[in-house]
């Protein structure tokens, strides 16, 4: 049984934050503050929808330039996969395994198959939170 399982179902809720709710930067805070003892930031709840693009886009850039996330070339279990979604990179999701992340689409969290040619082709990198142990 794999840690992911406690996360599968919760519902899609826009820049939510708790069991009951969340979208995909949700789901990585929860799962890191449950699973990790890390607390994430939350960003700011009152946001519009549209911009939760501009969180992403804040994540990598702050690894970029030697903040928190470092860029990885081979993703391990809490790792965030980061996947282009139209032009911007604004999907995130959680390495499970070497097949499988635990996201959440509109649908609800769940596993995906990362090999799958829909996550191939807009995978654009994998990031490891440098806090963790």
Do not use: K
């Not at 799958?116 to 490891?128: D, H, L, N, T, V």
């Amino acid at each position: 049984m794999s840690w992911s399982n406690a996360y599968i179902g919760l519902p899609h809720v826009a820049f939510g934050r708790e069991r009951d709710g969340c979208d995909c930067w949700g789901l990585v805070r929860l799962v890191y503050r449950e699973q990790l003892g890390i607390d994430l930031p939350a960003y700011a709840p009152a946001r519009a929808c549209a911009l939760e693009e501009a969180e992403i886009e804040a994540l990598i850039g702050t690894a970029v330039i030697g903040g928190d996330w470092v860029q990885v070339a081979r993703p391990e279990a809490f790792d965030v996969l980061v996947f282009r979604r139209g032009g911007y990179r604004s999907h995130i999701g959680l390495v499970v395994d070497a097949r499988f992340m635990l996201h959440s689409p509109e649908t609800g969290s769940a596993l995906a198959d990362i090999t799958a040619p829909r996550w191939r082709s807009r995978f654009e990198g994998a990031w490891r939170f440098r806090g963790r142990a």
